[in-house]
């Protein structure tokens, strides 16, 4: 009976700030806070594939292209050798 060992806990928490999306131009803040997203989780979790469910990506987009939410409360689940992202 072998366990698996890859990583301590398979499930996370993060509150994550998207400030960062705001200090570049209106529309194009909402992709640029998916990209700090992602950047964030492979920095946290130290995983190099990341998934966005669409209903973390619903949240995001949920006030416009130009208003992104300042900061988003994430689940991250590791299957696979891949870092999937939901809202919590």
């Known amino acids: 009976m072998s366990e698996d060992k890859s990583k301590p806990s398979d499930e996370r928490e993060y ?11 209106r529309p194009k803040r909402v992709p640029r806070a998916i990209r700090f997203i992602r950047a964030f989780i492979r920095r946290h979790m ?3 594939q990341v998934w966005i469910s669409p209903e973390l990506n619903m949240v995001v987009w949920s006030r416009g292209r130009q208003k992104p ?3 988003v409360k994430v689940r991250v689940v590791v299957e696979d050798e891949v870092a999937k992202v939901y809202p919590a």
């Open 15 to 25: 509150v994550i700030p998207l400030r960062i999306a705001y200090s570049v131009p």
């Open 46 to 48: 130290k995983m190099e």
């Open 69 to 71: 939410p300042r900061k």
